[in-house]
């Protein structure tokens, strides 16, 4: 090739292109080479050396294994990130090296030829043909090249194949991640795998499996609070500023990581954990590789997901057994009682009539409580409940809850704290009583007869606060939110003299919410008793006079 062609060749190609001599100082750069790391001229090139142009944390690798093997082999390839002098920045780049010897095989140096590993269309051929391609490069051994190629493609297809299979089909995934990630580690000459979970409680990651560190070492990665990493940086092989780059930082300093890879575990667009490789033998992961990775880590959150999902199937099925055995026993209870009324009454000819027609009321009030309930959860999971909102004074509506709630108040003491002041809502007074009522109800079904149960209603800052507690059972810390669940009991079948399906609180919190309030639980464990308080958003006292009096002149 002219020399003048060659050197215009060069000179206006867009990829980056240089020599540099055999102890590898730069000599030259094509422009595009100099615009990619951020120097303005040649001229700049003489006060540097090779390794200014990659990050420190790439040396190892870089001059400790990739240059070396270059000086060996007179040739060699790397994909690994080049630093902007002026910026900082890092571009992920494919490098080739090839050595440079004149007639009498001196080697004069080494040309390097670098392009983007997100471009489409790039000849390799073509380009090393510019440069003079040496003799390795034969015809024999590119068609060898190509068949390995061929062979990897392939170990990797069954590997993938082996994973979807074991991955899809055991019924808990967590007993083969960390098999199948130490194949990985070997076919992608890896020392380290990490996999994270989210943990719902931290809301950071937890480590779930990992390989490449002792038991002890590990330990200051068990629980990580990557929340930047719940947003998503789909490939952490970047220079930039990402919540993966924390780990790999420490694996560099500690371990000598030169090389690292992550992708998010996805389910339907939510993060539920971290799958990531580390090597210290290579620069980068090939684009092939890291589609592996990407690949296995779609398979695995399928299976994560999948098997959650059975998980929850299998706890809602335990949850429908459970609450069609406790209705079972809460209807058999009232029917026994009614049933053995009137067979008392018909033995009697009626003369037992009017000392069991309270107990047989007490039974059908029962009855319908249970059915009342029922009713009113199907209304309100269809959204057909109808909620008739007023102004009124919350301080009536315990007042008539605790009426209400008279009879099965009777052997236990009760005291009530209620707010001078008006305590104005707005909302149905029908199923706020309902709401108070429960929570009254719920107290007596889990504190001893002769226990406390404490009824308060109060302002507290904007809100009105209605409590009711109790010296019951309490509740454990891990339940205070489940217990607000559709048949969800601290202990489902603890005999109860009053009874109860497990849906008075779910049924509780969801008025309140339609009311524009909450209804929390509070409880410092089991046998220290609870509190649950019905907050609503309090009105103005000028503006619920104001509202009160425009409905009655209307």
């Known amino acids: 090739m002219d020399r003048h062609v060659f050197e215009h060749l060069v000179g206006n190609s867009s990829e980056f292109m240089g020599f540099f001599d055999p102890l590898f100082s730069p000599l030259y750069l094509n422009r595009a080479g100099l615009s990619m ?30 240059l070396p093997k270059v000086v060996r082999d007179a040739r060699g390839e790397m994909e690994i990130r080049l630093r902007h002098f002026r910026t900082g920045a890092g571009l992920l780049l494919r490098h080739f090296f090839s050595a440079l010897t004149n007639l009498d095989g001196v080697l004069l140096g080494y040309a390097v030829v670098s392009h983007s590993v997100t471009r489409a269309g790039w000849d390799k051929e073509a380009l090393l043909e510019a440069l003079g391609p040496p003799a390795y490069l034969d015809s024999a051994e590119r068609s060898h090249a190509k068949e390995e190629a061929l062979k990897l493609g392939a170990r990797r297809n069954a590997f993938l194949s082996e994973a979807a299979g074991q991955l899809l089909q055991v019924e808990d995934p967590q007993t083969v991640i960390e098999t199948l990630c130490r194949k990985a580690m070997n076919d992608l000459s890896c020392q380290f795998f990490f996999n994270f979970l989210v943990d719902e409680q931290t ?40 919540a993966a780059q924390d780990l790999r930082k420490q694996l560099a300093s500690a371990h000598g990581l030169t090389a690292y890879c992550c992708y998010p575990l996805l389910t339907q667009g939510q993060v539920i954990g971290m799958l990531s490789f580390g090597s210290r033998t290579r620069g980068a992961f090939t684009e092939s590789e890291v589609e592996t990775i990407e690949t296995l880590s779609h398979f695995v959150s399928i299976a994560i997901a999948r098997s959650r999902m059975e998980r929850t199937l299998r706890e809602c099925l335990r949850h429908k057994d459970e609450f069609i055995a406790m209705l079972a026993h809460e209807l058999r209870n009232p029917l026994a009682a009614i049933c053995n009324g009137f067979q008392a009454i018909a033995r009697t000819g009626g003369a037992a009539a009017p000392a069991l ?45 605790i009426e209400a709630s008279e009879f099965c108040l009777g052997s236990y003491k009760v005291t009530t704290s209620i707010s001078a002041d008006s305590l104005f809502v707005k909302g149905d007074p029908a199923r706020l009583i309902q709401v108070v009522a ?40 891990d339940r205070l939110d489940s217990i607000f669940e559709m048949f969800e009991q601290v202990d489902p079948f603890r005999e109860r003299s009053n009874g109860g399906l497990g849906i008075g609180l779910n049924l509780a919190r969801r008025i309140a919410e339609k009311h524009g309030g909450r209804l929390e639980a509070k409880s410092e464990g089991l046998g220290r008793g609870s509190t649950f308080s019905l907050r609503l958003p309090l009105l103005r006292e000028r503006n619920a006079e104001s509202e009160r009096r425009l409905k009655w002149e209307g």
Do not use: M, W
């Open 37 to 66: 790391v951020g120097l303005d001229s040649l001229d700049e090139l003489q006060e540097l050396d090779i390794s200014a142009f990659f990050f420190v944390e790439d040396h190892p690798f870089v001059l400790g294994h990739f």
């Open 203 to 242: 809301n950071g990651l937890r480590l779930n499996a990992f390989a490449g560190l002792s038991e002890e070492e590990a330990r200051q990665f068990e629980s990580l609070d990557y929340r930047t990493a719940r947003r998503g940086c789909l490939i952490c092989q970047c220079g930039g500023a990402c």
């Open 357 to 401: 027609r309270p107990i047989v009321g007490r039974q059908l009030k029962q009855l319908t409580r249970l059915v009342d309930d029922l009713l009113e959860t199907g209304r309100i999971a269809t959204g057909k409940i109808e909620i008739k909102k007023e102004i009124l004074d919350l301080r009536g509506v315990v007042e008539q809850s």
């Open 438 to 477: 429960n929570l009254i109800d719920n107290a007596t079904k889990y504190t001893p007869d002769g226990g406390r149960i404490d009824v308060t209603a109060l302002r507290i800052s904007a809100e009105a606060v209605v409590s009711v507690r109790d010296n019951g059972v309490g509740i454990p810390e």
